[in-house]
């Protein structure tokens, strides 16, 4: 599959054809990083650390939990 660098600013860009974006699982707003492999430009879209329950309540006190509070009575056909 062929492209071409096109002037965007004062920068180069690329365009992602849609079939190869599918394949590669990226799609707008992918994070991605820049490597060079020879002379190749080698593009890798970043992967999310997968977080434990343990380290998201990292930090977590009974200082910063918020209390709970009443949202008054229930209208329309809410499940309390």
Same mark, same amino acid.
């Given at each position: *599959?062929? #492209?071409?660098?096109? &002037?965007? #600013? $004062?920068? @180069?860009?690329?365009?992602?054809? =849609?079939? @190869?974006a599918?394949?590669?699982?990226?799609?707008?707003?992918?994070?991605?990083n /820049?490597?060079?492999? #020879? $002379?190749?430009?080698?593009i890798?879209?970043q992967? =999310?650390?997968?977080?434990? @329950?343990?380290?998201? @309540?990292?930090? *977590?006190?009974? +200082?910063? /939990?918020?209390?709970? /509070? +009443?949202?008054g $009575?229930?209208? #329309? &056909?809410? +499940?309390?």
């Open positions: *599959m062929a #492209g071409v660098i096109a &002037k965007w #600013g $004062n920068s @180069l860009a690329i365009r992602i054809p =849609r079939s @190869l599918e394949q590669v699982h990226i799609t707008e707003g992918t994070a991605i /820049f490597s060079v492999e #020879g $002379n190749s430009i080698v890798t879209p992967k =999310r650390k997968k977080y434990t @329950l343990d380290e998201l @309540l990292e930090g *977590m006190t009974c +200082d910063v /939990f918020h209390p709970e /509070f +009443d949202t $009575n229930a209208e #329309g &056909k809410e +499940d309390w």
